[in-house]
């Protein structure tokens, strides 16, 4: 099975991604994981990114669609997978088409997960990450006891790409450059649009549905 799950920044694409891949057994892409992992390592192509990404720009495809093919070629996706994340452009949309012609595979459900912007933006000018551990929390929800980890103890801080203006630049992107590829597969009869307000349970259900067809 091959998911793409999409929307705009914040909807919750990462946390439902995980879920729906182990409730099917499939890989979970996530580019802004493999990226943000070359930003950790100081890699070329993590420096590169970093420019990018903390001006709340996208990556070039060039970049992004090299690394998607190679994570596709690995074992834990020879069962299917779901991407989050991408494709983002038309241009990345084609890239992606040619590179399951090749493979002899084709996508069963490109999955729209659509929440309000304003809500979206409280969401995410709220989340703080650990230091030292990675978890991630979000001051709209989690009872945070001052700025540490409940975890571990580390400290919390707020990414460079969850602060406002770098959010505003992200909505401002999706509109121009990711919102045509809904249009996209639209056109091709393969969008279905889930409502991703609400708890996880329940929008996992949807979205469950949404993938099943039913």
Known sequence: MIIILFGPPG????????????????AHIATGDILREAIAHGTELGKRAKNYMDRGELVPDDVVIGIIEARLKEKDAANGFILDG??????????????????GVKVDRVVSMEVDK??????????RVCRNCGSIF????????????PKCGGELYQRDDDRR???ERRFEVYQKQTKPVREFYSAKKMLVEVDG???????????TKAVKGY
């Open 11 to 26: 909807v919750g694409k990462g946390t439902q991604a995980k879920i729906l891949s182990g409730k099917f057994n499939i």
């Open 86 to 103: 991408f494709p983002r452009t038309i241009m990345q949309a084609e890239a992606l088409d040619r590179v399951f012609a090749k493979a």
């Open 118 to 127: 304003d809500i979206l933006m409280d969401r995410l000018t709220s989340r």
């Open 138 to 149: 979000n001051l709209l929800v989690d009872k945070l006891d001052g700025a540490l980890c």
């Open 165 to 167: 203006e770098t959010i």
């Open 197 to 207: 307000l609400g708890d996880i349970e329940a929008v996992t259900g949807r979205l």
